[in-house]
T-cell receptor, first 113, second 111 residues
Framework: ETGVTQTPRHLVMGMTNKKSLKCEQH?????MYWYKQSAKKPLELMFV???????ENNSVPSRFSPECPNSSHLFLHLHTLQPEDSALYLC????????????FGPGTRLTVL | AQSVTQPDIHITVSEGASLELRCNYS??????LFWYVQSPGQGLQLLLK??????LVQGIKGFEAEFKRSQSSFNLRKPSVHWSDAAEYFC?????????FGAGTRLTVKP
């Protein structure tokens, strides 16, 4: 058991919808991450939060908006997405950033119609 | 440019046979190195990691990896593969705030 949960596990949305992905870690970690996993592409680091402050933003389009209200919760707000944004979105946490082991959630499978 | 390469997209081995998954990287600084495994419908699970010290690292599930600085490699090995090892394997390399993953190698295990 990883101690990192993600909801929903599956999400289908139209391009004009607004939705949010939720991640919760029960490990007492200080850092949390969002990754995008697309078919046949390497895992892409999207956002990193350490002690509730964003420390990394790898040129992610503004239609993805992260929020970290506390060290246990991380959200990814989605609006006006494109079909190419369909992917598995993985959340992870680690004790500290960047060298500690990351523990991953099961992911949210997102389909944009 | 910083990069991580897993040259093999898909490998098939027989159960009980040995396994080696390759990972090469290009980084300016001395990186820290990870191997993760992903089963279908699951998130990634850490197998092992290397930061410093002994270049041969032991991990969970009988896996080991060797860091070879001269070859910029961090290959994953297992002496005898079990059917439950069938999964996708990812090498990851980091330095500072940067973390990059390879494209993954899918392992199929034949009975």
């Amino acid at each position: 058991e990883t101690g990192v949960t993600q909801t929903p596990r599956h999400l289908v949305m139209g391009m004009t919808n607004k939705k949010s992905l939720k991640c919760e870690q029960h490990l007492g970690h200080n850092a949390m991450y969002w990754y995008k996993q697309s078919a046949k592409k390497p895992l892409e680091l999207m956002f990193v939060y350490s002690l509730e402050e964003r420390v990394e933003n790898n040129s992610v389009p503004s239609r993805f908006s992260p929020e970290c209200p506390n060290s246990s919760h991380l959200f990814l707000h989605l609006h006006t997405l494109q079909p190419e944004d369909s992917a598995l979105y993985l959340c992870a946490s680690s004790q500290d950033h960047p060298t500690d082991t990351q523990y991953f959630g099961p992911g949210t499978r997102l389909t944009v119609l | 440019a910083q990069s991580v390469t897993q040259p093999d997209i898909h490998i098939t081995v027989s159960e009980g046979a040995s396994l080696e998954l390759r990972c090469n990287y290009s980084y300016g600084a001395t990186p820290y190195l990870f191997w993760y495994v992903q089963s279908p419908g699951q998130g990634l699970q850490l197998l092992l990691k290397y930061f410093s010290g002994d270049t041969l690292v032991q991990g969970i599930k009988g896996f080991e990896a060797e860091f070879k600085r001269s070859q910029s490699s961090f290959n994953l090995r297992k002496p005898s593969v079990h059917w439950s090892d069938a999964a996708e394997y990812f090498c990851a390399v980091g330095a500072g705030n940067d973390m990059r993953f390879g494209a993954g190698t899918r392992l199929t295990v034949k009975p």
